[in-house]
């Protein structure tokens, strides 16, 4: 017994909590959701398949999937605990969900369809989710598609520069606001112009 708690409490002390939190800003500023009225009335999106690797090629997963959804403070921060944390080589994930997971049905949870991010069973999950108003016309991005030529889902790879046990993500939103959303100020299904802008979206992603 007294071995037994020896390497309970050993393993306890080589515990290692890892914090990953998500943010948005336009120029300086944060984004806070406030209403339909505001440049940014809502933004959504999927992060799935969140992981770690570490320096000796170890790759940790963080979450399966995740709704970010910034009317809600308590989904932008994301927590794991694992023995033994090695330094961390970078963060990836995927924007939006993969095609098995959407052709698969609807699921509960994040999935869940009365999350307002799910069309039908035939177009899929919508990956990314963002509303508001800009040069005085209101704006509506739903990105998704799972199968070509029609594939939104983007890889999203951070390198980590400085090692921390707390990474912030952000999503500068400026050129999407300036050049993106005067250009294609709906879209609602998927299509080639959703991917173009997923893949836009995607590269703007930084470690803070």
């Known amino acids: 017994m007294k071995v037994l708690l020896v390497l309970v409490l050993s393993s306890a002390l080589n515990l290692a909590a890892q914090r990953i939190s998500f943010s948005a800003e336009i120029g300086d500023s944060m984004v806070h959701v406030l209403g339909d009225s505001k440049l940014v009335s809502k933004l959504m999106f999927y992060v799935s398949d ?22 809600d403070s308590n989904s932008l921060v994301i927590e794991a605990i694992y023995p033994d944390m090695k330094e961390v080589k970078a963060i990836q994930f995927k924007l939006g969900i993969d095609s098995i997971t ?4 609807a699921f509960g949870g994040a999935l869940d369809p009365t999350k307002g991010m799910y069309w ?6 919508i990956n990314f989710k963002m509303e508001g108003r800009v040069k005085d016309k209101n704006y509506l991005l739903h990105l998704g598609g799972y199968s070509s030529p029609f594939k939104a889902v983007q890889q999203v790879v951070l390198p980590v520069l400085h090692q921390s046990n707390e990474f912030k993500i952000v999503l500068p939103l400026k050129d999407l606001l300036q050049k993106e959303i005067p ?22 992603f930084y470690l803070h």
Request: charged share 15%; glycine share 6%; aromatic share 10%.
């Open 120 to 125: 039908s069973w035939q177009s899929g999950y």
């Open 50 to 71: 969140l992981q770690l690797e570490t320096k000796d090629g170890v790759i940790l997963e963080m979450a399966s999937y995740r709704l970010i959804d910034f009317s």
């Open 102 to 105: 959407n052709v698969s049905g």
């Open 183 to 204: 250009e294609n100020n709906i879209i609602m299904s998927p299509s080639l112009a959703a991917v173009l802008i997923s893949k836009k979206i995607a590269s703007f």
